[in-house]
């Protein structure tokens, strides 16, 4: 079958052929560059642990290598320190409710990192100076073309369109990109030097000094490696020129704020002005073409979680298209991508639109509301922090997915279409791994919940309680998923099973082993019908019941 073609060598398109290659499905990445990015330490973003964990997993490489942890985040307004967080000191630590701490790497570098992946991958073809200009789609597969000076017409089963905001893909398609223009700017500056707040983000509203030129009410300061920092500075409505000499004494001004005075050392190395666009692309699914990331959505009023969203596109869609690519047919589980993503980035389309009006309008309503500049602190922390409806990884749930109601069907920490919690499971082979690590690999995943299982060898549990009839269940299920054992996980009792997507969205959690439930959900989750589903779970059922019947003979 022919490879995917891919439009745009971007963090989205480079994650998306890395995604695929991992569930053996060959890409082509076209690039209109020259195959290396530009060095722009004023242009970065911020990662959660869900996205930190795909690109971690995608590259081999670890983040806190490339990029910046954060110990803390800092909210002030005028003098006064408005709310204080420390940060898990790992990753995986949800001992308390601040949780693992966002990653902050510069774009360029997570592109790099993303490009010598690829660069060990047989089944992903960069080819570099092929702009695109015609796409033709018959119901076997699309046709592309090129030009540059490696023009020429490529073949491939589907297409994706990540090539951006001015997306050929998607105005070849005729997709209508509505929307809102110059919905935020920002000054932008990275610079290396030292600022009160080791290791700590700050969010600093209304900072009690004089700025020069037009007021500017917010400013951002995020930590990158090597004692680099970007601050961001919110410019008032409208279209003046932001000069070389306005961001200097922007910078100068805003570091002796911080310094009592006086501005100490620094060295200036990047500077740009970030403008926030709102628009949303009436479709993200034309036949065989698909388009994600900016060539999709463009948001990020609050923080730079915008890239986050490209990447969630592109782990949702990878696992969907391989499953077509090496079984054929599928609709439903293709059309689910535009269904569950559009909505999620929609949401936080209108949360954000609701909220800004609130969080830019001055003083006038905290004269009505008790209380609202500390709610207005914890909804911009939130936002630049990617929590709460403003910067969430998003809830599938109203996906086509969703299996119905079924009778074993039990309540858990994590809402049905939500992401799972990153727990310690064992994997098959015994070894201990976090859940993370085993999505992606286009498998459903199946996790029991067995207090106690840590601390036995797992030859001693396999053929334990209630693990037999578990493992018989798992195998015959038609579509191809892992068993996985964790000791707990939030709001799970004892022999809950957990059915998860490839993408580390929670299909069900069950009481116990129920093979029927177990099958229909499974069923659902990849697309397939009720009546499919029924149909599946009688044959199972029986397959279940011969491997039953086979281990006790043996």
Not at 233 to 243: N, Y
Request: charged share 20%; glycine share 12%; with cysteine.
């Amino acid at each position: 079958m022919d490879p995917v073609i891919i439009v745009g060598a971007g963090p989205v398109g480079l994650t998306l052929a890395l995604a695929l290659a991992r569930q053996d499905v060959p890409s082509v990445v076209l690039d209109e560059g020259p195959g290396k990015d530009e060095p722009r330490l004023a242009r970065t973003v911020v990662l959660g642990a869900d996205t930190a964990a795909l690109m971690e997993r995608l590259t081999g490489v670890p983040l806190d290598a490339i990029g910046e942890r954060w110990a803390g985040w800092r909210s002030m307004r005028r003098k006064q320190v408005m709310r204080e967080i420390t940060f898990a000191d790992t990753a995986h630590d949800t001992s308390d409710d601040t949780g693992p701490a966002p990653v902050h790497v510069a774009q360029h570098v997570l592109t790099g990192a993303l490009r010598a992946a690829l660069a060990q991958e047989r089944l992903v073809k960069v080819a570099v100076d092929n702009r695109l200009d015609a796409v033709e789609q018959e119901p076997s597969g699309v046709t592309a073309h090129t030009r540059g000076p490696s023009g020429t017409w490529w073949r491939g089963s589907y297409l994706v369109g990540c090539d951006g905001p001015r997306s050929t893909v998607r105005k070849l398609q005729d997709i209508r990109f509505p929307g809102r223009t110059a919905v935020e700017r920002h000054a932008v500056a990275a610079l290396r030097g030292e600022l009160p707040w080791d290791g700590h983000a700050l969010l600093h509203r209304m900072p009690p000094w004089r700025t020069s030129g037009p007021s500017a009410g917010e400013v951002t300061a995020r930590p990158l490696p090597d004692g680099v920092w970007r601050l961001d500075w919110l410019l008032p409505p409208g279209k003046d020129l932001v000069t070389p000499d306005l961001l200097v004494a922007r910078v100068r001004e805003t570091l002796a704020g911080w310094h009592g005075g006086s501005t100490p050392a620094y060295e200036l190395l990047d500077t740009g002005v970030h403008t926030v666009h709102h628009r949303l692309a009436r479709r993200w699914r034309a036949g065989r073409v698909f388009l994600a990331g900016d060539a999709a959505h463009l948001l990020g009023a609050f923080g730079t979680q915008g890239l986050a969203e490209g990447l969630r596109d592109a782990d949702n869609l990878a696992w969907k298209l391989a499953a077509a690519w090496h079984h054929g047919g599928h609709e439903a589980l293709l059309d689910s991508y535009q269904t569950e993503r559009r909505a999620a980035v929609a949401a936080r389309l209108r949360a954000a639109d609701q909220v800004l009006p609130l969080l830019r309008g001055g003083g006038g309503i905290r004269a009505y509301i008790p209380g609202a500049a500390r709610g207005h602190e914890a909804l911009l922390t939130d936002g630049h922090l990617g929590r709460g409806p403003l910067g969430d990884p998003g809830t599938y749930a109203d996906s086509p997915l969703a299996p119905g109601p079924l009778e074993g069907e039990v309540p858990v920490d994590t809402a049905p279409g939500a992401p799972v919690v990153d727990v310690r499971v064992t994997a098959e082979d015994g070894s201990f791994v976090q859940l993370r690590d085993r999505l992606g690999r286009g498998a459903l995943l199946v996790v029991l919940i067995a207090p106690g299982t840590g601390v036995w060898e797992r030859k001693h549990w396999m053929s334990a309680g209630l693990m037999p009839r578990l493992a018989a269940a798992v195998t015959a299920l038609p579509h191809p998923t892992e068993l996985l054992v964790a000791e707990s996980y939030p709001g799970a009792a004892a022999h809950t099973v957990l059915l998860v997507r490839p993408d580390g969205h929670l299909v069900t959690a069950l009481s116990g082993v129920r093979p029927a439930d177990l099958y229909a959900a499974a069923e659902a989750a990849v697309g397939g019908t009720a009546e499919r589903a029924e149909t599946e779970a009688r044959a199972a059922e029986a397959r279940a019941a011969e491997a039953r019947a086979g281990s006790a003979a043996g």
